[in-house]
């Protein structure tokens, strides 16, 4: 099946650093990736649509200006957690979908990213 | 908007013994997923159950789905120890690619 990376797996950082997120799809192009965040035994909240070549959609509540997403190629995606706090420490997953498997997103291993 | 729901449940059960989860969600669907997720990794992806069907079979899983009532069943048959993972079911709407997440349900399947 098709596989999604996800770079760097866990991540810790100071308050006020930004943190970059790396999303791949590694034997598909996807032009269309998504971005999840967790929370601990919570469930997984749609952030943002990453679209190859234009701006990301985000969801209601998320801050564009802190959650930077660029998708520059079509097996690459991008989150940046800009000016990070404490409060942003959570489970990042990105998500891939596969033009040629209709409907089915595949899942990156995550990030556990943890601001001190 | 999160769609899919289901009651966030922590199901504990015997080895051998059968796993069954629901799913709750509110508005007209393409198609309904599941998942399974291990602690602390990513999410894998068990079946897709499209709002035409009502059954469907995947090895040990069985999903069922209810568009009347707006629900689906997950049904993990002779469970294994493996099994112990968290559950989510995550809906999918015509015309977009964005899924919607329930809470998950936790099973422990004790050896």
């Known amino acids: 099946g098709a596989v999604v990376s996800q770079h760097p797996s866990w991540v810790i950082c100071k308050s006020g650093t930004s943190v970059k997120i790396e999303c791949r799809s590694l034997d598909f192009q996807a032009t269309t990736m998504f971005w999840y965040r967790q929370f601990p035994k919570q469930s997984l909240m749609l952030m943002a649509t990453?679209?190859?070549?234009?701006?990301?959609?985000?969801e209601q509540g998320v801050e564009k200006d802190k959650f930077l997403i660029n998708h520059a190629s079509l097996t690459l995606s991008t989150l940046t957690v800009t000016s990070a706090h404490p409060e942003d420490s959570s489970f990042y997953i990105c998500s891939a979908r596969d033009p040629a498997q209709n409907y089915e997103q595949y899942f990156g291993p995550g990030t556990r990213l943890t601001v001190t | 908007s999160q769609q899919g729901e289901e009651d966030p449940q922590a199901l504990s059960i015997q080895e051998g013994e059968n796993a069954t989860m629901n799913c709750s969600y509110k508005?007209?669907?393409?198609?309904l997923q599941w998942y399974r997720q291990n602690s602390g990794r990513g999410l894998v992806h068990l079946i897709l159950i499209r709002s035409n069907e009502r059954e469907k079979h995947s090895g040990r899983l069985r999903v069922t789905l209810d568009t009347s009532k707006k629900s689906s069943s997950l049904l993990i048959t002779a469970s294994r120890a493996a099994d112990t993972a968290s559950y989510f079911c995550a809906t999918a709407f015509y015309g977009n690619n964005r899924l919607a997440f329930g809470k998950g349900n936790q099973v422990v399947v004790i050896p």
């Open positions: 508005t007209s669907i393409n198609n």
């Open positions: 990453s679209n190859e070549g234009s701006k990301a959609t985000y």
